[in-house]
C-alpha cells in the first residue's frame, strides 16, 4: 500500500492547500479517502480523476467533503468525452446518515452510493476495510477506517476525540493516520470531537502503531512544533502531513 497526502488542513485550505484527502493505491486499486477542499487539484499531479476507482468517507463535515460535487461534475464530462465508461458510476462508500448529505451522492452515471455502518466489511480488489464509530460531531456518524491490504494495516482516525473506543481497531497498525487538530496553547478545557497533537501521540504510543502520520492541522501550524509537542511517540516514525507526502507501507 502506498498513501499519499492530498489535503490535511482543517477547518479550512491555507493559500495552495487543501483540506483532508488521503489517496490509498495497491497493484490493484486506487481509493480516495474523504475529499476535502482542495483535494481534486493536488489528485491531478498523480493521475486523471478518471482513474479513480472509489471513495470513502468518514464523515460529511464541509472540510472532509467539500470537492465532492466538482468531481461529479469532472467524472461526468470525461464520461461524456469517453475517457471513463458511461455505465460505471465512481463508488462513494460514507456512513449511512444524515439524509441531507446522502442524497447528493448519487448523481446520473458519474457516482452512486453505498451506505456504510459500523459493522460493513468491505472488499475492493485486494483492500479489506472496516469501520468503527469516532468521538465526534453533533449525532451524526463519523468513521474511522481500518484497511488491510497485502499483510499491511492503514489505520485512518478520522476525526476523533478522546471519548471514541478504539479496543483493538488500532492493533498492529503499520500507520495511524490520527487527527492533531490543537496544540497545547489552543485545546479547548471541554473535549469537543477533536484530539490535540500531544494527544495523539500518545494514543499512538498506546497502541504501538508502527508509524504515525499527524494531521488535520491548522495550516499556519508549524510542522517542528507539531513534531515536538508529539514527543510522547517513540515506537517509530513521526510524520507531520503536508500536501503531496508519501508513505509507503
Ligand atoms: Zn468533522
Ligand atoms: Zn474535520
Not at 452515471?109 to 476495510?129: G, K, R, S
Not at 497545547?184 to 502503531?209: F, I
Not at 511517540?233 to 500536501?243: D, E, L, M, P
Request: glycine share 8%.
Amino acid at each position: 500500500m502506498r498513501v499519499t497526502v492530498l489535503g490535511y488542513q482543517s477547518p479550512y485550505p491555507g493559500p495552495a492547500g487543501a483540506t483532508p484527502g488521503y489517496l490509498v493505491e495497491t497493484d490493484q486499486i486506487r481509493l480516495l479517502l474523504d475529499c476535502g477542499s482542495g483535494v481534486l487539484a493536488q489528485l491531478g499531479k498523480h493521475y486523471p480523476i478518471y482513474e479513480l476507482d472509489a471513495l470513502i468517507l468518514s464523515h460529511y463535515h464541509h472540510d472532509h467533503v467539500a470537492d465532492i460535487g466538482v468531481l461529479q461534475y469532472g467524472l461526468m464530462v470525461h464520461q461524456l468525452f469517453g475517457e471513463r465508461d458511461p455505465h460505471k458510476p465512481l463508488p462513494i462508500y460514507g456512513p449511512e446518515a444524515p439524509n441531507v448529505n446522502t442524497q447528493s451522492l448519487p448523481y446520473r452515471n458519474a457516482t452512486a452510493f453505498y451506505p456504510v455502518q459500523e459493522n460493513t466489511d468491505l472488499t475492493l480488489a485486494d483492500v479489506h476495510v472496516r469501520f468503527l464509530r469516532t468521538d465526534h460531531g453533533d449525532g451524526d456518524p463519523c468513521y474511522a477506517m481500518r484497511l488491510e491490504a497485502g499483510r499491511k494495516v492503514l489505520l485512518y482516525g478520522a476525526d476523533s476525540g478522546p471519548g471514541t473506543n478504539w479496543g483493538s481497531f488500532i492493533r498492529e497498525a503499520d500507520l495511524f493516520i490520527c487527527e492533531g487538530t490543537y496544540l497545547d496553547h489552543n485545546l479547548p478545557k471541554t473535549p469537543n470531537g477533536h484530539l490535540s497533537v500531544r494527544q495523539a501521540a500518545e494514543l499512538a504510543e498506546q497502541h504501538a502503531c508502527r508509524s504515525l502520520l499527524i494531521t488535520h492541522l491548522y495550516h499556519a501550524y508549524d510542522s517542528d512544533e507539531v513534531l515536538r509537542q508529539a514527543v510522547a511517540y517513540t515506537v517509530g516514525n513521526c510524520h507531520v502531513a503536508q500536501i503531496g507526502l508519501q508513505i509507503a507501507l
